[in-house]
């Protein structure tokens, strides 16, 4: 079973508009909701990929019934903790041309006792984990050490961990000696200084992360591992829904630390999920078609670059 | 006390952004949410003019929870019939400029059996009632000789009733012998065919209506009367937030009623107040100083266009 955290879980609101037209008025199609967060996307490939996934994290107000309703839908096992505040709302207004306009709520305050709730879990759930993801920003009111103490908690227990973040939450993941750091270049480039992803994700492996991958959007990733280094890309552009495309990656990733597969092949694996998740029009969904039709057409080098920190 | 219907309530939801830009992602500042829909806005702006109000209408689904905690909190007078499926939300994005982009919900589906119920419930409270005022879009499901039955109700009551809507229930509301009809240019051109205001006006009236309200926007609003007809003009240009005027107008345009006022006061009123409530931020609110203040500076002026059907 892999344990998925989503500390800021979100409900998933889609609006279908012919067209956007700022300042004026729109009457919205059929809405759909799902329960999304990043954490909570990853969980849905990791069971599309056929592991049990747990789901943790916290939800709270008028949105809470809506989310866990989805989730009980979707068979996604679940024990999310009870906050005070709502759930934030993420709406999506997506064009009759397929553009999506998206509007992200805040979401509730966490206190250190409702972390403290979900550490308590966290540690109840390592011993029969496989893997541990947290993946998603903090919700207001947290601590950037929370998300490093589950790492704690999973080295613990010698359970590998995946920690997708930004800001402060990446750089304690880092230093907390997560196996896997994930961020996008933005995000990596934010907490570590510099205009370098190279330099950046050094910086991260020095810090104490075992890994570093970096997500470059439709250009593929990047990685720098204990093992060496990787850029890898998709055969051509796909064109689609590139919300949740991330996730797809995580869960490649997670699902290959866990059965300990050579980082190319967990590259090739993710950059294939990535690119068949775009195809989907919903985040979290993938084809596993797709995913074995792309994963030998994946293109993948090796970095050589001078002064790479291996 | 004055029965205000409010057919397809809603919660008003708005998110502040510095600017929309369409296909990017905004993070959006925190969230007010307050119960909306027509009717509401105006049961809220009697209430300011010192009117006793009873507020009907369906609601369900989570949303459910926050309006009435939203009435609640703001002392209104609710007894709502609860229906399956969700209250609609009605999201404002407000830029930094203050110009809202506006995405509207549809509403649960009302079946008959439930419009039933509040028939029950607008005949047990006419007794009691200085008014009826049914305003607001119907929701899915509804029949338009809905609105007409509540018509047809107050009249068994001599109870006078003012009906703001559109399409076939704005008819069949007309031809139940409504006191007031009141819509938007736009919606009565709509319903009555061809393209002269003053036409459709005409129509409306020979179908039963005692007096149709055409409100104009910022130009103020046109009525034709038993008394008369006459055209009504704020002094000058009002800049601010327009949602909820017409809701203002339609509260002073009953209150009027129930005073028995002359129809140039009611349309001076209302004009006045429909002024003050576009210097108000959110929908519902007016200050009475505002108004009181714009009352001696409304044009008004009578028509005597030819073939003008009194």
């Given at each position: 079973m892999i344990l998925t955290v989503t500390p800021n879980v979100a409900l998933d609101v889609t609006?279908?508009?012919d067209r956007l037209v700022?300042?004026?008025?729109?009457?919205?199609?059929?809405?759909?909701?799902?329960?999304?967060?990043?954490?909570?996307?990853?969980?849905?490939?990791?069971?599309?990929?056929?592991?049990?996934?747990?789901?943790?994290?916290?939800?709270?107000?008028?949105?809470?019934?809506?989310?866990t309703d989805d989730l009980d839908r979707c068979g996604l096992a679940h024990q999310l903790i009870a906050v005070d505040g709502a759930t934030r709302r993420s709406v999506a207004?997506?064009?009759?041309?397929?553009?999506?306009?998206?509007?992200?709520?805040?979401?509730?305050?966490?206190?250190?006792?409702?972390?403290?709730?979900?550490?308590?879990?966290?540690?109840?759930?390592?011993?029969?984990?496989?893997?541990?993801?947290?993946?998603?920003?903090?919700?207001?009111?947290?601590d950037d050490d929370a998300c490093a103490r589950?790492?704690?908690?999973?080295?613990?227990?010698?359970?590998?961990?995946?920690?997708?973040?930004?800001?402060?939450?990446?750089?304690?993941?880092?230093?907390?000696?997560?196996?896997?750091?994930?961020?996008?270049?933005?995000?990596?480039?934010?907490?570590a200084g510099g205009s370098e992803v190279t330099a950046a994700a050094a910086e991260l492996r020095r810090r104490g992360a075992r890994a570093v991958v970096v997500s470059l959007g439709a250009a593929g990733m990047t990685a720098w591992t204990e093992e060496g280094a990787w850029r890898a890309a998709p055969p051509a552009r796909i064109t689609g829904n590139p919300t949740g495309a991330g996730d797809a990656a995580t869960a490649a990733l997670v699902a290959g630390a866990v059965a300990g597969a050579p980082w190319p092949d967990r590259l090739r694996d993710a950059t294939a999920l990535s690119a068949a998740a775009?195809?989907?029009?919903?985040?979290?969904?993938?084809?596993?078609?797709?995913?074995?039709?792309?994963?030998?057409?994946?293109?993948?080098?090796?970095?050589?670059?001078?002064?790479?920190?291996?």
């Open positions: 609006y279908r508009v700022p300042g004026s008025s729109h009457r919205v199609r059929p809405v759909g909701e799902r329960a999304g967060g990043k954490g909570i996307n990853v969980a849905r490939v990791l069971r599309a990929l056929g592991q049990e996934v747990l789901l943790l994290g916290f939800v709270g107000g008028a949105t809470a019934g809506a989310v207004v997506v064009d009759a041309a397929g553009e999506a306009t998206l509007f992200n709520e805040e979401g509730p305050r966490v206190p250190a006792t409702m972390w403290a709730a979900l550490e308590a879990q966290v540690a109840a759930g390592l011993p029969e984990a496989a893997a541990l993801v947290v993946s998603g920003s903090l919700p207001p009111g947290s589950l790492v704690g908690l999973a080295a613990d227990h010698r359970v590998p961990v995946l920690v997708d973040g930004a800001g402060g939450a990446l750089l304690a993941a880092a230093a907390a000696g997560a196996d896997i750091v994930k961020a996008n270049a933005g995000e990596l480039l934010d907490v775009v195809l989907q029009p919903t985040a979290g969904s993938v084809d596993l078609r797709d995913h074995r039709r792309l994963v030998p057409l994946v293109l993948l080098e090796e970095h050589h670059a001078p002064g790479l920190d291996r």
